[in-house]
């Protein structure tokens, strides 16, 4: 797969905001057309060159209508980038297993969705790429974002094998990795819905440890850079961190023994070592 051209279509799933919509932004800059994506985009603003389009990746039916829209209109699918999520803030206990499937629904099964969707349009063309934007809690454990945790882990799995079965297709499957943006998360985030008192110190102070780590983290471009470089080089990385906080971790995690790791997760998070 050559360096991307303007003739190069991008979809971008939640786009409305955050980092999907800095990615959008920095598309357009490389000289793609992209589309963007979300719940409800008759009132947003598009930037400059971006193309909004409704979507629900939990219904199948949105799924299939939007990429049948993009097709119809630009004639191909070049590059996808599964944004779309919602995070959790909880113990994985206080969360009724409705909740925790609505979860899974948006940042697991949406990411397949989507995925199935464009793979037919991406081997006609023999060409194409998934890049799904995991987190640094999609290789680390992260206690009272645990469902979050749980579908970041999945998406890992899913993207590195989906990577192998359609590669000889001339189709890559990618992870951006991000760690702290300084995004709206917290407020897209999902609260459980049976709190127990047990749990109440721990949730605030998550709470308080997340709110400070979004205000001092990367700014959402940070994340649409390495996303554009997993778009467009020749030769890509399978897994991408981005921002200083998910390369330091990985970094930490690539090296450190087990027992020593698991310290220092729980020195992060204000636990008993």
Do not use: C, W
């Amino acid at each position: 797969m050559s360096n991307l051209t303007t003739s190069q279509v991008a979809l971008v799933t939640g786009a409305s905001s955050g980092i999907g919509k800095a990615t959008a932004v920095a598309l357009v800059a490389a000289g793609f057309d992209v589309i963007g994506t979300g719940r409800n985009t008759a009132r947003l603003t598009a930037p400059a060159g971006v193309t909004y389009l409704d979507l629900d990746v939990t219904s199948d039916e949105s799924v299939a209508l939007a990429v049948k829209e993009v097709i119809d209109r630009f004639g191909r699918i070049d590059v996808l980038v599964n944004n779309a999520g919602v995070g959790s803030t909880g113990a994985a206990e206080e969360f009724s297993i409705a909740q925790t499937e609505d979860i899974f629904d948006i940042n697991v099964y949406g990411v397949m969705r989507m995925s199935k969707a464009v793979l037919p349009h991406m081997r006609a063309q023999g060409s194409g790429r998934i890049i799904n934007v995991s987190s640094l809690s999609g290789f680390i454990p992260s206690p009272f974002m645990t469902l979050y945790v749980a579908t970041k882990h999945a998406v890992n799995g899913y993207s590195q094998s989906l990577d192998h079965e359609v590669r000889d297709q001339g189709i890559r499957v990618l992870l951006v990795e991000p760690g702290p943006i300084n995004t709206p998360f917290a407020g897209h985030s999902v609260e459980a819905d049976t709190p127990m008192p047990l749990y109440a110190a721990g949730r605030r102070n998550y709470d308080e440890l997340l709110a400070k780590n979004l205000s001092n983290g990367d700014d959402p471009a940070v994340v649409a850079k390495v996303i554009l470089a997993a778009a467009t080089d020749r030769n890509p990385k399978l897994r991408r961190t981005a921002g200083t906080t998910a390369r330091t971790i990985n970094a930490v995690y690539r090296v450190a023994p087990a027992r020593s790791f698991d310290r220092v997760i729980r020195r992060f998070n204000k636990m008993p070592t």
